[in-house]
């Protein structure tokens, strides 16, 4: 089993470019998310699926969209990418039937010039 | 609500100390809490998780952890620390519908 699988792993963009962050998982989970990782503040959460089809916003969703058009498939859209957007971002997703335990992917660097 | 409070960003021990990184929660529900660990340019491992069927939990590399509900706390401990211990550690609380929150991470220094 692959569990969590994200493409790319890094990525360079210009201001203002456009690219999706796809997430793709084997465990037949219900829930996926998508979090940011800033030095010295954590794993925010920028949006979250509890299902196929229904997506809900985060602490920080501004600037992102996202699409959750299977059960194994979440994918993270910046459609303008800004400076503040350079950051590690981790897809997940969350067995209920384990306590809540959640598997990260191995998280795409994104840096935005 | 939800929170969680690593109460140190830095910890430095030398190799073969005790190592204890600090966490705080609330909770509304009755939560279930986990430890993991990311070692540099990787990504998150579980360590350990409590999830009500015992209050002082083992998990992976010798590492422990006790749920305190009078504390709210559920502190991080390994008996002695390696070199391959460095890494950031998280603190993370589950609880209630989709609500996951995570501490700001403390960073573990170990030094030879």
């Known amino acids: 089993n692959a569990g969590v699988t994200q493409t790319p792993k890094f990525q360079v963009l210009k201001t203002g470019q456009s690219m999706t962050l796809q997430c793709a998982q084997d465990m037949n989970h219900n829930s996926m998310y998508w979090y940011r990782q800033d030095p010295g503040m954590g794993l925010r959460l920028i949006y979250y699926?509890?299902?196929?089809?229904?997506?809900d916003k985060g602490e920080v969703p501004n600037g992102y969209n996202v699409s959750r058009l299977n059960k194994r498939e979440f994918s993270l859209r910046l459609e303008s990418a800004a400076p503040s957007q350079t950051s590690v971002y981790f897809c997940?997703?969350?067995?209920?039937?384990?306590?809540?335990?959640?598997?990260f992917g191995p998280g795409t660097r994104l840096t935005v010039l | 609500a939800q929170s969680v409070t690593q109460l140190d960003s830095h910890v430095s021990v030398s190799e073969g100390t005790p190592v204890l990184l600090r966490c705080n929660y609330s909770s509304s529900y009755s939560p279930s809490l986990f430890w993991y660990v990311q070692h540099p340019n990787k990504g998150l491992q579980l360590l350990l998780k409590?999830?009500?069927?015992?209050?002082l939990v083992k998990g992976i590399n010798g590492f422990e952890a006790e749920f305190k509900k009078s504390e709210t706390s559920f502190h991080l401990t390994k008996p002695s620390a390696h070199m391959s211990d460095a890494a950031e550690y998280f603190c993370?609380?589950?609880?209630?519908?989709?609500?996951?929150?995570f501490g700001i991470g403390t960073k573990l220094q170990v030094i030879p």
């Open positions: 409590y999830t009500s069927a015992a209050t």
């Open positions: 699926s509890a299902s196929e089809g229904t997506t």
């Open positions: 997940a997703t969350r067995d209920e039937s384990s306590y809540n335990e959640q598997f």
């Open positions: 993370v609380v589950s609880g209630g519908y989709q609500k996951v929150t």
